[in-house]
Structure formats: C-alpha cells, structure tokens
C-alpha cells in the first residue's frame, strides 16, 4: 500500500530533550516536507526537500532541522525542544513537479507536547 | 506571494442541505488549487484539485469546486451533506516548480446537524 508512515504518533518530552520524527514513504517521491498544524493557523510549513541531500526551509524552520540522506527517509529532528513546539506534526510527499500540480500524500500525523 | 483565506472558520448545515466553504486566494501567477479534508484524528486526504483544465472540478464524495480567475475564488460545495462530511476542510494553493510550495488556508470546520 502506497503510504507515508511517521513515528512515534504521540509523543511528551521535557524541554530541552532532543527528539527525532522519522518520515518514510514508499512510493519514490522526489519531493518531502513537513508541516505543523496549530488551531486557526492552519498547516505551515517548516522544511522541504526535492531530492536527495537537498533541503530547504519553509515558512517556519526555527528550533527544526532535517536531513535526507535516503530518497524515502526524512526525519525532523528537534535538538533542544521547547513548549513553543507543541504541535501536531504532518510529513508529506509528492512526485517531483511536472506537468501540472502533484499531490501531496500525507502521513497520519504526529502529536508531540513538549512541558 | 501566494496566500489563501477560508472566509469561515465554523459552517454548521443540516443533513441533507447543501455545503459551501468558501476559499479565496492571492497568487501573482496562475496556481494550481486544492481542497484538502481532515476527518478527525487523521491525515489530510485530498478531495479535488484544479490545474488550468476545467475550470468546475469534481473530487470524492459528490464534492465539486469552481475556480473563478476574476474572482480569485475556488469555493468548494456539495449538494446534499451527509454526517460522514463533518470534517476540518483546507484550501490549498500552489504554484508549484522548485520548492513546489503549498499554502494552506487557515481551515474550516463543517458539522452536520442531523
């Protein structure tokens, strides 16, 4: 079945303590990102990558970092967590942009609380 | 600069009237456009989208959107709701070549009244 799997799904951590999101999808995309969803904000996103070892920012990256060292893998790592990051967190993939828009295909979400 | 706005953050229908959600959007150039739902506790599911073809698109679940360029609008209706539509909706706007970025609208809410 053609998915985007993260882990963990739920999540409390203690600020300060560094933390990783894994992301994988299964399907060959060339192009991943993550978002995090906050009520009335909507989805915003934090990296974005179009291949492998190439990454960029989005709209909100501060206290985010990621790497894609694997077509199909591209973790969020938060190094020194804060409250500020609670959230629920989205990894997304598509197909590399073509001929008209591609879709994003979106994992199941993860919810982290940071205290 | 691109950006979206969802004119209602709560729509509330009985079952069995129709569904509008409206969506404006702001792009300097022509952009592909996207309705997103969120059922609770899951992912984002893509309902329909719009890509310079047609200009009325029809998605999943009897759900259809126009996109009017004079307007800059993309609303998105249903003719008849069921309970299974109540759901967070997003609009989506992209222009997408390098980066390929997705703007999201800030989302509306839609509960059935039975």
């Known amino acids: 079945e053609a998915q985007v799997t993260q882990n963990p799904r739920y999540l409390i951590t203690v600020t300060g303590k560094k933390l990783t999101v894994t992301c994988s999808q299964n399907m060959n995309h060339e192009y991943m990102s993550w978002y995090r969803q906050d009520p009335g904000l909507g989805l915003r996103q934090i990296y974005y990558s179009m291949n492998v070892e190439v990454t960029d920012k989005g709209d909100v990256p501060e206290g985010y970092k990621v790497s894609r060292k694997e077509k199909r893998n591209f973790p969020l790592i938060l190094e020194s967590p804060s409250p500020n990051q609670t959230s629920l967190y989205f990894c997304?993939?598509?197909?590399?942009?073509?001929?008209?828009?591609?879709?994003?295909?979106f994992g199941a979400g993860s919810r982290l609380t940071v205290l | 600069a691109q950006s979206v706005t969802q004119l209602d953050s709560h729509v509330s229908v009985s079952e069995g009237t129709p569904v509008l959600l409206r969506c404006n959007y702001s792009?300097?150039?022509?952009?592909?456009l996207f309705w997103y739902v969120q059922h609770p506790n899951k992912g984002l599911q893509l309902l329909l989208k719009?890509?310079?073809?047609?200009?009325l698109v029809k998605g999943i679940n009897g759900f259809e959107a126009e996109f009017k360029k004079s307007e800059t609008s993309f609303h998105l209706t249903k003719p008849s709701a069921h309970m299974s539509d109540a759901a967070e909706y997003f609009c989506v706007v992209s222009l997408g070549g390098y980066g390929q970025n997705f703007v999201f609208g800030p989302g509306t809410r839609l509960s059935v009244l039975p």
């Open positions: 792009s300097s150039y022509s952009p592909s």
């Open positions: 997304a993939s598509s197909l590399k942009q073509g001929a008209g828009a591609n879709v994003l295909t």
């Open positions: 719009y890509t310079s073809a047609a200009t």
